[in-house]
C-alpha cells in the first residue's frame, strides 16, 4: 500500500520576504514624519526664542530711554537727529548725580548707555542688533517731545526676524 498521507508542512512562523519589505516600508513612512516632526518643531522653538529675544530688547531699550527722557532737563545740541545711526545726549537738572546721559550704537550695532561719559552697558539682548535707530525732537513753547524709531533683528542669522517699535517721552519742564 502506498502511504497517501499529505506530509506536514513545515511552518516555522517567519516571515516572507514581502511582508518584510512592506514592514521596512512603513517603519521608514513613520521614522520619515517623526524626523521632520522633530526637525520643524526645533525650527520654531529657535524662531520664538529669535522673536523673544527681540521683543525683550525693544522693551527694556524703549523704557530706558523714555524713563531717561523724563528725568531730563533738555536734549543737548551734541545729539544726532533725525538721521540712523542717531545720537541722543540728555542734560540731566542740577543736583542729579549724573550731569549727561547719551544713547548710541556701538561698533557692534548694540545700543549702548553712557552716564557722564562712562558706557553703563548694552540695552539689547545677545543675538539680537539694532538696524535703525533715529531720534527726533519736537519742541514747543512749553515743552519738548523726544521720539525713537529702532529696527532690531536677529543678528545670529537663523532666523529672519526684523521688526520696528516707536516710541515718545516729553522732557519734563522744570
Known amino acids: 500500500m502506498i502511504d497517501m498521507k499529505k506530509k506536514k508542512k513545515n511552518n516555522s512562523g517567519g516571515y516572507t520576504l514581502a511582508e518584510m519589505l512592506g514592514y521596512l516600508f512603513a517603519l521608514s513612512i513613520i521614522s520619515v ?3 521632520n516632526s522633530l526637525l520643524l518643531l526645533a525650527k520654531a522653538f529657535v524662531s520664538m526664542k529669535t522673536s523673544r529675544a527681540v521683543g525683550t ?7 530706558q530711554i523714555t ?4 528725568s ?3 536734549v543737548s545740541p551734541l545729539s544726532v537727529l533725525k538721521t540712523s545711526p542717531g545720537k541722543l545726549v540728555l542734560i540731566m537738572p542740577e543736583g542729579s548725580p549724573t550731569t549727561t546721559v547719551e544713547f548710541s550704537l556701538g561698533n557692534s550695532n548694540a ?3 553712557f ?3 562712562i558706557d553703563q552697558g548694552v540695552l539689547i539682548a545677545t ?3 539694532i538696524s535703525n535707530l533715529v531720534f527726533n525732537v519736537a519742541t514747543t513753547t512749553k515743552s519738548t517731545a523726544v521720539s525713537v524709531e529702532m529696527t532690531i533683528r536677529d ?3 537663523k532666523t529672519k526676524i526684523i521688526e520696528r517699535f516707536y516710541g515718545t517721552a516729553t522732557v519734563r519742564t522744570y
Open 57 to 63: 530688547s525693544a522693551v527694556v531699550s524703549i523704557d
Open 115 to 117: 552716564e557722564n561719559g
Open 111 to 113: 545700543l549702548h548707555k
Open 127 to 129: 543675538g539680537t542688533d
Open 33 to 35: 514624519l517623526v524626523i
Open 72 to 74: 531730563a532737563e533738555s
Open 67 to 70: 524713563k531717561e527722557i523724563r
Open 155 to 157: 543678528s545670529t542669522e
